[in-house]
């Protein structure tokens, strides 16, 4: 069966610093996506970046970044220099290959402070 | 480029009555998930269909029952509605011919029960 961990529930942060959340999943499939969404008070989910599973590497994306570890089955999200429009839930999400249901994790509460 | 659209979005019924919620996926697109969350809760998935046939069911009660009609729309039907059905309702939909599966999430549908 999929799992996915999302271990911190809440997380606050001073404007300008750099925070981390953490993902760790579980899937018995070889191959399979991972994915992290934002979901800002309005409620609409946006994603944020697909990681296929044979692809390892680091990927960053403005103030974004995201490490993928197989080996411990992690898929960390970085923000660097966190700013107040950061402050949303995120989700990490899995989903098997071919039109299968993504499988979410309880989300992390990111805080934001000016 | 077009979205995915959800109508109504915001949508107040009493306990026991019923509700219709509608999903219009992006042009082409031929498979179309419902996922419904509950508040501070994580998306789950209820119920999926691919090219009008059910492809997939998750935790769907008995009292909602979906469909999708020839142009690849969906609605989700709800029957005696109880308060622990207000939630943020979801539609997604994705290409089988797309390398990827990422599903694209609509704006969601609120849905509260008084």
């Known amino acids: 069966a999929q799992k996915v961990t999302q271990a911190q529930t809440e997380i606050s942060v001073v404007e300008k610093e750099d925070v981390t959340l953490d993902c760790v999943y579980e899937?018995?499939?070889?191959?399979?996506?991972l994915f992290w969404y934002k979901q800002p008070p309005s409620g609409e989910l946006v994603f944020l970046i697909r990681?296929?599973?044979?692809?390892?590497q680091n990927e960053i994306s403005g103030r974004y970044s995201w490490n993928f570890q197989k080996s411990t089955s992690s898929f960390n999200f970085t923000i660097t220099a966190s700013q107040v429009v950061d402050s949303a839930v995120y989700f990490c999400a899995l989903s098997e290959v071919g039109n299968t249901p993504l499988v979410f994790g309880k989300g992390t509460r990111l805080s934001v402070i000016a | 480029a077009a979205g995915v659209i959800q109508s109504p979005r915001h949508l107040i019924k009493e306990k026991r009555e019923t509700a219709t919620l509608k999903c219009y996926p992006i042009p082409r697109h031929d498979t179309v998930y419902w996922y419904q969350q509950g508040p501070g809760q994580d998306p789950q998935f209820l119920i999926s269909?691919?090219?009008?046939?059910?492809?997939d069911k998750g935790s769907i009660p008995d009292r909602f029952s979906a469909q999708q009609f020839s142009d690849y729309h969906s609605e989700l039907n709800m029957s005696s509605l109880e308060l622990g059905d207000s939630a943020l309702y979801f539609c997604a939909s994705t290409s089988s011919g797309q390398r990827h599966y990422e599903q694209y999430f609509g704006p969601g549908t609120r849905l509260t029960v008084t």
């Open positions: 269909f691919y090219e009008k046939m059910q492809s």
């Open positions: 990681r296929n599973s044979f692809d390892e």
């Open positions: 899937t018995r499939d070889t191959t399979y996506y």
